[in-house]
């Protein structure tokens, strides 16, 4: 916590700065100041198995979130309607997360900030709550990654079932030194989800596979050269869904510990809330309670799928979905639109 008005006014002014840098993300110097391509996947990277049981069926994933904030798992297909454009649709496929004894198969990315401004003690707790987090779901046939962010993106564990090489591998962040002050976020989560559709399978014995990105930071994007509308496009073409843990390193760049922190450019740019998950913080004691909230809501998600009115079925364009559960509830969803596959 900073401890002179001076220094309070500097803080609020860098947050309020790099919040607006959410649309035009800074680039380094010797960085060329471009995108990478806006197309979501090229021919050859396009997922081969993304529903093959129909491709003109269009799927999306949700989550239920009752008045306390926790998932409920027991509602039916009739709990639900699916608009498209407006219009509703008739659900032609329902997923639950447990059926006839079989629990949904999962594959998750975490992504870890390595940048200087996360301190050691945060990446310790980190491997504690990471610890918590794979032994909750222990029971779900999962298999996870790990990618590191700071001025580089590298993956240093490849998809495994093993939570001891998950646990290594954290171990070996908490040792290294952190790197540089840039911070790719984005560019970290983009190449995440290119990691999910390359490896993690979209269909797993017969069951739609969950793919999840978890991200942890301080908060603070900088230096990525994708921006975060192209990213949003990309999870929702994979049907991925991202999850932030902001830690309390962002927090004490606020004057005063009891004010509420400021949304963090990961909140306005939507990277969370239009891909079906959720951005949180963390508090200065224990990360673990969060780590298993989110790890609840992961596994409590339910797949509803649709076909497209015949006349939109092969349009080529961009439509929207929208999804209405009971009153009182609040859905979380993992795309709010579609694009169909024009015929040639």
């Not at 945060?122 to 491997?127: I, T």
């Not at 952190?178 to 190449?191: C, F, I, K, Q, R």
């Not at 994708?226 to 927090?251: G, M």
């Not at 004490?252 to 909140?267: G, W, Y």
């Amino acid at each position: 916590m900073f401890t002179n008005p001076g220094a309070a006014r500097s803080s609020f002014l860098l947050i309020v700065l790099l919040t607006l840098a959410v649309a035009v993300p800074c680039l380094p110097q010797d960085v060329p100041a471009t995108q990478r391509p806006r197309k979501v996947f090229s021919k050859e990277q396009e997922p081969e198995d993304v529903l093959r049981i129909d491709t003109d069926l269009v799927s999306v994933d949700v989550t239920a979130i009752n008045a306390q904030g926790i998932p409920v798992k027991n509602l039916r297909q009739e709990d639900f309607k699916v608009f498209s454009d407006g219009v509703e649709q008739p659900v032609s496929f329902f997923q639950i997360e447990k059926r006839e004894g079989e629990l949904r198969p999962l594959a998750i990315v975490f992504a870890l900030d390595v940048s200087g401004s996360m301190t050691s003690e945060e990446m310790n707790r980190v491997r504690m709550a990471l610890r918590l987090f794979s032994g909750q779901l222990a029971q779900h046939p999962v298999v996870y990654a790990v990618m590191t962010f700071g001025m580089r993106v590298k993956t240093i564990q490849k998809f495994t079932k093993d939570p001891e090489k998950l646990d290594q591998s954290i171990e070996r962040l908490v040792r290294d030194a952190p790197e540089g002050l840039s911070t790719h976020t984005y560019d970290a989560v983009d190449d995440a989800i290119r990691l999910l559709v390359k490896s993690a399978p979209r269909t797993k014995e017969r069951r739609l596979m969950k793919r999840a990105v978890l991200v942890v930071t301080d908060g603070f994007p900088a230096g990525d050269t994708v921006a975060p509308q192209t990213v949003i496009e990309r999870a929702n073409a994979a049907d991925v869904s991202i999850f932030a843990v902001t830690l309390p390193s962002y927090s004490r760049m606020m004057a005063s510990s009891s004010q509420k922190p400021l949304p963090t450019p990961l909140d306005v740019s939507g990277l969370t809330e239009f891909t079906g998950g959720r951005n949180v913080y963390a508090n200065e004691n224990d990360y673990g309670p969060l780590f298993r909230s989110i790890a609840e809501e992961v596994t409590s998600s339910y797949v509803l799928a649709f076909y497209p009115p015949e006349e939109k079925r092969h349009d080529g364009k961009v439509h929207t979905i929208r999804v209405e559960g009971p009153n009182g509830l609040t859905l979380r969803q993992s795309r709010a639109e579609y694009k169909t596959i024009a015929k040639p």
